[in-house]
């Protein structure tokens, strides 16, 4: 008996309509990572309370962490329960850095209605090659695929690098045509993690490339363009972890206007990992230490869970632009 799924079936879409809504709209789909139950429902009540379209996505990591069958079951409840709601947002499943052909096959089977193909490490001629053989696949199933031209500096999960690569708008055209990708991770400063850049305190970040975003508008007009590493990391997350027990020095992100700019023109999706991970970590190391008798997991995740909410909620309406949009 197969054990294959169309993502149909669990209630999600592609990000196809999506795409190019957000991009006539002026806005960008939020695409935010999960691990757990409490993540994914934060994101899905956040974005039904803004009536924001929304991508749920898992790495490599977290699929293995949240294990692969389960993982289809919690997407087809989460669509079940922002229904019951009364929401009609669109919800998509997406695989966030692919690395292996046989990886996002393997998703494409299970339910996901969107995939990434992270070769961005490769050589451009066998980037080109492994992104097409994805596209060939899931293409056949109505699956979106998303293809990475340039490296962002940073870690997150299996993925890492010592500096960035930025991407050069005029290889674009070529790799779009050549591949059939549907849309295109881009490398314009931003970074993976909560250390994104070394800089002197009191010093500002680096501004993000804009010019390379718009050469790569102009070489692909209307095309659904994808900003990776890009959470602020919330200063006021970072200061409560540090308040009750954590140690993170240094760490920072990318300022939330240049977000919104980036969000204003070709860039469609924006992925939100880090500032998730701190908001959790901090009212969680908050809660215990201001309860240290209580062992109820359901107290703590569920503070967890209240400040996700209001993180999430925050970013559609005053960040991504994408609240009211569903």
């Known amino acids: 008996m197969s054990d294959k799924v169309h993502y149909s079936d ?10 190019a809504k957000a991009v006539d709209g002026g806005y960008a789909i939020p ?19 803004t009536s924001s379209p929304v991508i749920v996505q898992v790495s490599k990591g977290a699929r293995n962490y ?3 069958t389960m993982l289809r079951y919690m997407a087809m409840g989460a669509v079940k329960m922002v229904r019951e709601m009364g929401s009609q947002i669109p919800i998509c499943l997406h695989l966030d850095h692919g690395d292996t052909f046989e990886l996002c096959k393997s998703c494409v089977d299970s339910g ?16 080109v090659a492994l992104t097409r053989q994805v596209v060939e696949y899931a293409h056949q199933h109505d699956v979106c695929v998303e293809g990475e031209l340039g490296v962002l500096a940073g870690i997150e999960d299996e993925v890492q690098a010592e500096k960035s690569t930025y991407t050069q708008p005029e290889e674009v055209v070529d790799f779009v045509s050549k591949t059939g990708v549907d849309s295109l991770a881009i490398s314009i400063g931003t970074s993976h993690g909560a250390y994104k850049f070394k800089i002197k305190p009191g010093e500002p970040p680096p501004t993000l490339r804009f010019d390379i975003l718009k050469q790569v508008e102009k070489e692909l007009p209307g095309f659904p363009i994808v900003l990776h590493g890009a959470s602020s990391v919330v200063q006021e997350y970072v200061q409560l972890i540090n308040r009750y027990g954590g140690k993170m020095e240094g760490a920072i992100g990318i300022p939330e206007d240049q977000l919104r700019k ?3 023109s070709a860039v469609c999706k924006i992925n939100i990992d880090s500032d998730g991970r ?23 995740l569920g503070e967890a869970r209240k400040e996700l909410i209001k993180l999430v909620k925050h970013k559609n309406e005053t960040v991504l632009g994408s609240a009211g949009k569903a």
């Open 31 to 49: 695409a935010y990572n999960f691990n757990n139950l409490e993540q994914l429902q934060a994101i899905i009540m956040a974005c039904a309370e």
């Open 112 to 127: 996901f209605s969107s995939v990434m193909i992270d070769g961005s490490h490769l050589p451009y001629d066998e980037n």
């Open 262 to 264: 980036a969000a204003a």
């Open 10 to 19: 669990l209630g999600l879409e592609n990000t196809r309509a999506m795409f």
């Open 278 to 300: 701190l908001a959790v970590t901090a009212k969680i190391r908050e809660y215990l230490t201001n309860n240290p008798s209580e062992f109820d997991p359901r107290k703590y």
């Open 66 to 68: 949240a294990n692969s």
